[in-house]
């Protein structure tokens, strides 16, 4: 069973040891240091299979690809509260669960001039939540295997910050800038981005935002900074009542 394998796997990492498989065959690399506990070896050997069949990704691999390769279509998800992973996202969604994944956030920080609108900002970014529904994914697990759910993206709050101490302070700020940025993300939990407006005086602000990889990746940033942009000018000509 996967929960068993990622258990034994935890658990083995506790105590020092490195499992990997290769060529299907189970190897276990420990240091020096490292006395091994015989239950624990035991119980890596009773289930040595499961582990073998879960760091080999079998399931992962499997996926139906649209005939039509150069398509995106669209997906109802009417009626679906539990979506499948990829094969990228089903192995940082183990490696967070083993050992945390604070390196595999993606940080953008942009220097925002002038009078800004910050309702206008987190509207804004709502609208991207809802254009890209894996921003705002959260991922569960039942016996081992995970799965996504969609959260509704009018839940999202963009936190603003008061940092007009740190503007004569650029050590201060950069260090508070990655002590936002390194906030461990809780994939069963939060949005896979998050933005920080820091607020340096009243016509100038940083904008932090930082995303996981579970839900994009380097190549997405321009993208996700023009729509951003074009979003919030859309809303300021064009303002909700």
């Known amino acids: 069973m996967a929960s068993k394998a990622i258990s034994l796997l935890k658990s083995a990492k506790r105590h020092g040891i490195h499992i990997s498989v290769d060529n299907g065959n189970l190897q276990l690399k420990l ?7 015989p239950l624990l070896l035991d119980e890596i050997k009773t289930h040595k299979k499961d582990i073998i069949d879960f760091l080999s990704n079998a399931a992962w691999k499997s996926s139906k690809v649209d005939e039509d390769t150069n398509v995106i279509r669209p997906h109802d998800r009417n009626g679906i509260d539990r979506i499948p992973l990829s094969f990228s996202q089903e192995r940082l969604w183990f490696i967070d669960q083993l050992e945390g994944s604070t390196h595999y956030h993606i ?14 900002l987190s509207r804004a970014f709502q609208a991207l939540l809802h254009r890209h529904e894996v921003l705002r994914c959260v991922y569960y697990e039942e ?18 910050h008061n940092a ?6 650029p050590s201060g700020l950069q260090d508070y800038i990655q002590a936002l940025i390194d906030q461990p993300f809780e994939l069963a939990r939060d949005y ?10 009243a016509d100038s602000h940083l904008l932090l935002v930082t995303l996981h990889h579970i839900a994009c990746d380097g190549w997405s940033v321009p993208i996700i900074t023009r729509e951003l942009s074009a ?3 859309h809303l300021l000509l064009h303002p909700l009542h």
Do not use: C, T
Not at 107 to 113: F, W
Not at 164 to 169: E, G, K, R, V
């Open 107 to 120: 940080p953008i920080v942009l220097r925002l001039s002038g009078q800004l609108k910050p309702d206008a």
């Open 164 to 169: 007009a101490h740190l503007q004569q302070d």
């Open 231 to 233: 979003l919030y000018n």
């Open 143 to 160: 016996n081992g295997i995970p799965y996504q759910r969609l959260m509704d993206e009018q839940a999202w709050d963009l936190s603003i």
């Open 192 to 201: 896979m981005l998050r933005a920080h407006l820091l607020q340096l005086r």
């Open 31 to 37: 240091s020096r240091s490292v006395d091994i506990d």
